[in-house]
């Protein structure tokens, strides 16, 4: 028989569980290679298939990569599409998933809808975290095949981390239905019997699987991961036993033990995890070894015990910072379990990484993890103060937002939404120091002029894309304000009920007796209280600037569109959209002092009419325009004339229209600078004061 068909059997009967005769078709197809037959392009793919399928299952045959891969530089060159389709695959699979796209593109490019393609593709980029993109393609694949069990898993496992159960669970039935024996659908089948506590159906479930293939580890892998999605580590440690328990030469559930025992503390058992998994696999896994590498290193670090901690810090750095960290996790402890009214269970594995790699090893697998701390609900990892340069972060109130998760993960069993225990360790900072917290203001009244105040529902979704920086902040903004107008005891009581896996809209039901559109309206109106005030310009959306360029399309007559679009211009410097729309605002009311400011900012957006642009700001401000940047603009052009007492002036007003203006934005700088070069070191000092009370972390 031709190789490929000899092969293609092996993988049925491996599908199967049987491995011993699997193993016996790809030998066969092995020796045909070796003795010179299977030599046509679609054999030689068969051939690497094979020799690939040996390596996993035979660690004996280990080390064979490279030969293994010249076989199919042939198959390459003549544009097999399964031949790019595998070699994609070796490389997401040997974590080279950034050689995915180079090895697809010829073929995509020629067939953009290659099903096959778009699934290697979609569980490269998911292996990357780069979950919007995996999604992409997985949707892609399914546009072609709505039942491509592969797309549908890929697609699934991420609703599933999202908190999309319905979504999951209706694509896994769907597919089903069309391909009933297909392992892995029936394996993601298992996961809601899981999560809803049946425990006899989700045994069912994985039987369903084992009837099909005794050694698939499936079941328990795909509820286990999405377990460890959810923070429910111990649970996902006891569904990786049974995986491996089904199948003891599979790395992956190995794995999986490995990182679930990790983020429990228990660093020995997760050790010998991963040393099993890695001696299991024929592939490189850059997580698994950066975890192991973190735990040799670790085994170095000095560790101490407190009342409550276990901590961990560098021997460089122990003498220095031990009794600090000592300090500070107890009294944090101390403080919240009077807050909270709970006890967590300890002792807490506290982590102090002198290098910051470490941190991001330690806590992810990988290197460049942008946070500074991160909490698995009993053990905290966190950066060093001195693992970045000098004021790049406060440790202390790090390590108190760290240690506020830890009572919102061990008191929900680790159920708690992002949302809700990001906002309420930022609420926490904010609480045991004003200053701690990052204030932003600025990006609030955009949001709020813009619309892009996330709703309840939404805010999860957030933490995952670019502005997740806004995210933690509207999620602090929505605990300061639920603790003001509900007060504390409803906060637990959320808790709670996320505890019980209640989800975001029953919580809010019972707790606050608001649905999620009433939760969001009342949330608006306080943050509209909160910039009540101020004033400062929005920075507009893209969305906004399509509406204003529209409208001012659309109506010659419609003023405040036209100046709407041309600011939102300006700020992108787009000049010439905007002298049009100015023009046509012009024409409609000449002497706007909105015109006016405009009119100067459109000068000044030029290097060559700087006179002209900031007189039009003076005469827009004496004509009753008045607002933070305005005051700043004309501040700095006051002082760069040396009419100094004018710029003190406009710097005071722009304290009032922006109370809370942090860092480089913050008048009050300016102010102590120039107020000490006149002489006047009293009230110099007091504007340093009120900027050390607003943020310490800027000084
Ligand atoms: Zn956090």
Same mark, same amino acid.
């Given at each position: ?247 003891p030469s599979d790395p992956e559930a190995w794995f999986s033990l490995g990182r679930n025992l990790l983020n429990l503390g228990d660093e020995e058992g997760a050790k010998a995890a991963l040393d099993r998994a890695a001696k299991a ?35 460089g750095e122990d003498a220095v910072l031990r009794p600090l960290y000592e300090r500070a996790l107890e009294s944090s402890y101390e403080d919240l379990r009077k807050r909270y009214g709970f006890t967590p269970e300890t002792p807490i ?102 619309g892009e105040v996330h709703g309840l529902l939404e805010l999860d979704g957030a933490f995952r894309g670019p502005s997740i920086q806004w995210a933690y902040y509207q999620g602090g903004l929505m605990c300061d304000w639920l603790e ?59 969305? $906004?600037?399509?509406?204003? #360029?529209?409208?001012?399309? =659309? !109506? /010659?007559?419609?003023?405040? &569109?036209?100046? +709407?679009? %041309? ?87 722009? $304290?009032?229209?922006?109370? #809370?203006?942090?860092?480089? =934005? !913050? /008048?009050?700088?300016?102010? &102590?600078?120039? +107020?000490? %070069? ?22």
């Open positions: 028989a031709p190789a490929d068909a000899v092969a293609a059997y092996g993988e049925y009967l491996r599908s199967r569980g049987r491995r011993k005769e699997a193993m016996a078709r790809f030998q066969e197809v092995n020796d045909l290679w070796a003795s010179g037959g299977a030599d046509a392009p679609a054999e030689r793919v068969a051939v690497v298939r094979a020799r690939f399928a040996i390596m996993e299952m035979d660690p004996g045959f280990q080390g064979q990569m490279n030969a293994t891969l010249d076989i199919l530089a042939e198959p390459l060159r003549r544009g097999l599409p399964e031949a790019s389709v595998l070699l994609a695959d070796l490389y997401r699979r040997h974590d080279q998933t950034e050689k995915v796209p180079n090895a697809l593109r010829p073929l995509l490019e020629r067939n953009p809808f290659h099903v096959e393609a778009l699934v290697v593709a979609a569980r490269a980029k998911e292996a990357r975290f780069e979950s919007g993109e995996a999604a992409e393609f997985a949707r892609k694949a399914l546009s072609v095949d709505p039942v491509h069990p592969g797309a549908v898993e890929v697609l699934a496992l991420l609703r599933h981390g999202d908190g999309d159960r319905r979504g999951a669970e209706e694509m896994v039935r769907k597919a089903l239905a069309a391909h009933p024996r297909d392992r892995g659908l029936l394996s993601l089948a298992a996961i809601p019997e899981w999560l809803d506590g049946r425990r006899d159906a989700f045994e069912e479930a994985a039987k369903r699987v084992l009837a099909v293939d005794p050694t698939c580890a499936d079941p328990f892998l795909h509820t286990a991961r999405v377990l460890e999605d959810r923070r429910r580590f111990a649970e996902a440690v006891e569904l990786s036993r049974r995986a491996a328990e089904v199948d696999d024929p592939w490189r896994c850059i997580f698994r070894e950066n975890f192991r590498s973190v735990l040799d290193e670790l085994a170095t670090y000095a560790t101490g015990r407190t009342p409550n901690f276990e901590i961990r810090i560098h021997r594995l506290a982590e102090v990484f002198r290098d910051a790699a470490d941190f991001s090893a330690r806590t992810l697998g990988v290197p460049g993890f942008g946070a500074v701390g991160a909490c698995f609900g009993k053990v905290v990892t966190l950066d060093s103060p001195g693992a970045l340069p000098p004021g790049a972060f406060c440790w202390r109130a790090t390590a108190h937002h760290e240690m506020a998760h830890v009572f919102h993960l061990q008191m929900t069993k680790g159920r708690v939404p992002r949302w809700f225990t990001e906002g309420l360790s930022v609420h926490e900072e904010r609480l045991a120091r004003p200053s701690w917290v990052r204030v932003m203001d600025r990006e609030l009244a955009s949001a709020l002029a813009n003001r107008e509900f007060g504390l005891p409803k906060i637990l009581e959320m808790l709670r009920l996320y505890g019980e896996d209640l989800g975001n809209e029953e919580v809010v039901r019972r707790a606050l007796g608001l649905s999620p559109a009433e939760f969001d309206a009342s949330f608006l109106r306080y943050c509209g209280r909160l910039v009540e005030g101020w004033k400062v310009r929005p920075r507009w959306s893209e969305g $906004k600037f399509k509406e204003f #360029r529209r409208r001012s399309g =659309a !109506d /010659p007559k419609d003023l405040e &569109a036209h100046l +709407l679009f %041309a600011e939102a211009c300006l700020q992108r410097d787009k000049a010439i959209d905007a002298g049009t729309a100015l023009a046509r605002a012009r024409a409609v009311a000449p002497q706007d002092p909105f015109l006016t400011e405009l009119r100067g900012l459109l000068q000044l957006s030029g290097t060559k009419a700087r006179e002209q642009g900031m007189a039009l700001l003076r005469e827009a401000l004496a004509a009753g325009r008045d607002h933070y940047d305005l005051r700043m603009m004309l501040a700095a052009d006051a002082e760069g004339a040396g009419r100094l007492e004018e710029a003190v002036e406009h710097w005071r007003k722009a $304290k009032l229209h922006l109370p #809370r203006a942090q860092g480089r =934005a !913050d /008048p009050r700088r300016e102010l &102590a600078r120039v +107020l000490a %070069a006149q002489g006047k070191p009293g009230e110099a000092l007091r504007e340093l004061e009120e900027m050390a009370a607003i943020g310490e972390s800027d000084i």
